[in-house]
């Protein structure tokens, strides 16, 4: 588990030498009251997510300015579809506030990018599948083939989920691990916010059934997001919390996106249609 460092501007948060990624990485931005920062976007494509807070942005690129002042304004990740931008490498990026902001960057190595884009909330896919307590909000923001946004980003899918109070998001556990015809081989990042009347945590499981590994990480607050190089993963958050979930993949091969299940729960992808919902 990574945890901010709570850095002015710009803040390196997974990369290659800190982590087991090798396809992607993670950063923050995050910038007080009426602060504005500039960056060059070299070697990599980065997709930026507003968090919480405005934002005033720009992108450069070609020699052209391809998002001239867009804005976007985030009170709430529970309950509203986020402002996203992608920026290619080559680009250069020009971010301000008026209250403060804070917004989280999913990014991966790419010699050629496609043109930047201003992503708004109207444009970002959301659904709820699900029943019970695995029944979940999920956002596709930047999906793979056949899924919403897929053109924009060369390497990265990125999206959101939320639970209901008490719920899983991505159960069954499911893996990415390797190119075959069952599944494909992207590294992903997992970053949250929990929200409880009084506090609260989430559970995030990441395992291996032959051979056998598990490693937990308790997440408690805001500050923190957890690279998933291998294994099966999910997560949930305790009775009367909700766990929001930011997620980025990427990989070596291209976008698609097929996952391999725990074959001892995915029967419960099936059943959970029998279900009651609420």
């Known amino acids: 588990m990574h945890r901010f460092k709570g850095e002015a501007q710009y803040e390196r948060v997974i990369t290659s030498e800190n982590s087991k990624l090798k396809f992607m990485g993670f950063d923050r931005v995050l910038l007080k009251a009426g602060e504005a920062m500039e ?28 998002i001239n002042n867009r804005q976007g304004v985030r009170k709430s990740v529970y309950k509203e579809r986020p402002y996203a931008v992608y920026m290619p490498p080559g680009s250069k990026m020009t971010l301000s506030t008026e209250g403060g902001v804070e917004a989280r960057i999913f990014c991966a190595p790419c010699e050629e990018g496609n043109p930047p884009y201003f992503c708004t909330p109207d444009n970002v896919d959301e659904g709820t599948p699900g029943a019970m307590n695995m029944k979940r909000k999920y956002r596709f923001v930047f999906g793979p083939p056949g899924q919403n946004n897929d053109t924009v980003t060369k390497k990265l899918i990125v999206g959101e989920s939320v639970s209901v109070p008490g719920g899983w998001i991505g159960f069954p556990a499911h893996r990415h691990d390797y190119d075959t015809k069952d599944e494909t081989e992207l590294e992903e990042v997992f970053s949250f916010k929990v929200y409880g009347p009084r506090g609260g945590y989430v559970i995030q499981h990441s395992y ?63 059943a959970e249609n029998l279900f009651p919902t609420f």
Not at 53 to 63: A, K
Not at 260 to 270: A, Q, Y
Request: glycine residues 8%; charged residues 30%; proline residues 3%.
């Open 39 to 66: 960056r060059d976007i070299v070697g990599e494509e980065i997709v930026l997510v507003l968090i919480e807070g405005d934002m005033t942005i720009s992108v450069e690129w070609n020699g052209e300015t391809h």
């Open 208 to 270: 291996e059934l032959e051979p056998r590994w598990d490693e937990f990480n308790v997440i408690e607050d805001d500050l923190c997001a957890v690279a998933l190089p291998k294994g099966y993963h999910t997560s949930m958050a305790v009775p009367g919390c909700v766990e929001y979930l930011l997620w980025g993949l990427a990989g070596d091969k291209g976008k698609d996106y097929v996952l391999k299940f725990d074959h001892r729960l995915e029967w419960i992808r099936e």
